[in-house]
């Protein structure tokens, strides 16, 4: 319990400090959009690192009841993969902002509804689960076609992929590691995870240089 309890607070404090680097970046942009991709990770981020937090004082101090504790962290899940979601939308529709926020909305109303549908804590983890990953895979699919079209040279495609394809597995040993009583290996793995994954928008791509030469 104990460890539990300590690897949720680094996970908060480590998503908030990644949520910090990449707005931060974004605000030291010289044009800045809402739509930009670190200001929209930023804030998904952001609400990982608050659910996270809502999670630790619940296990510390039971002071709600458990249905309720999944549903206020479903609706900031909620918050964070509809951000994603517009992100990745925005790579294959940028000018598009009536799809855009379309899109988001439509994610939105439908995890809400399956949300406050579910009448346990184990079936909102059920039925709430396919939405977070269907945005990794959207992740992965979206800046596997960057890299490979060499495309955003700003930021590193490849180091995205790498960090979404680590949270995915994260994602994927919460459902085991309870029965192997390994209950923090995911979140040490998510840690690692969303590390390499905001990297991605701190480093530039590899074919940034050969870029710059061809836009001269």
Do not use: H
């Not at 942009?29 to 004082?57: E, K, M």
């Not at 939405?131 to 490849?158: C, D, E, G, H, M």
């Not at 590691?177 to 791509?205: H, M």
């Amino acid at each position: 319990m104990e460890l539990e309890v300590i690897f949720s607070g680094l996970t908060a404090i480590v998503a908030f400090l990644l949520s910090t680097l990449l707005i931060f970046k974004w605000s030291k942009t010289q044009t800045r959009y809402y739509s930009d991709l670190p200001f929209l990770f930023g804030v998904s981020i952001l609400f990982i690192g608050v659910s996270t937090l809502l999670n630790l004082v619940y296990s510390m101090t039971f002071f709600i009841p458990e249905i309720t504790l999944f549903q206020t962290r479903g609706i900031l899940i909620c918050i964070t993969a509809v951000t994603m979601f517009i992100g990745v939308l925005k790579i294959w529709l940028p000018e598009n902002y009536k799809l855009l926020i379309g899109g988001g909305l439509i994610y939105a109303i439908s995890f809400l509804t399956v949300l406050f549908s579910s009448t346990t804590p184990s079936l909102i983890v059920t039925y709430t689960s396919p939405f977070i990953a269907v945005n990794i895979i959207l992740v992965v699919a979206t800046f596997t076609a960057v890299y490979i079209k060499r495309r955003l040279p700003s930021i590193n495609p490849l180091l995205i992929i790498i960090g979404a394809l680590i949270i995915l597995i994260s994602q994927l040993m919460k459902a085991i590691t309870p029965l192997l009583n390994l209950i923090i290996l995911p979140d040490l793995i998510s840690i690692i995870g969303w590390s390499v994954f905001t990297l991605g928008f701190l480093v530039k791509a590899p074919y940034f240089r050969s870029a710059a030469e061809i836009n001269l």
